[in-house]
């Protein structure tokens, strides 16, 4: 089963990170105020990023270790995908 860390660009500039089985129906939730409770204050622009794993586990180390990052070091991976 597949899982996928995103990175969600909030209105005010500041990123989501999370990880989920379905990313479009967890982004129309983040929209919709109903994906968690930073996105209903901070509500989303647009979907920034994502990475496709092949389980759970390796989706939540994932999601931490990008959470780790500062907000340039996301920017650059956010740069990085887009790029290539």
């Not at 109903?34 to 994502?50: I, W």
């Not at 500062?70 to 887009?82: A, D, F, G, V």
Request: glycine residues 4%.
């Amino acid at each position: 089963m597949s899982f996928y860390v995103y990175i969600l660009l909030c209105r005010d500039g500041s990123f989501y990170t999370g990880y989920t089985k379905d990313l479009n129906e967890r982004t129309k939730q983040h929209e919709n105020g109903k994906g968690a409770k930073y996105t209903k204050t901070h509500r989303p622009q647009k979907l920034a990023y994502f990475e496709l794993l092949n389980s759970r586990s390796s989706a939540m180390k994932r999601e931490r270790a990008i959470k780790k990052l500062t907000h340039q070091q996301k920017q650059e991976l956010i740069n990085s995908k887009t790029t290539k």
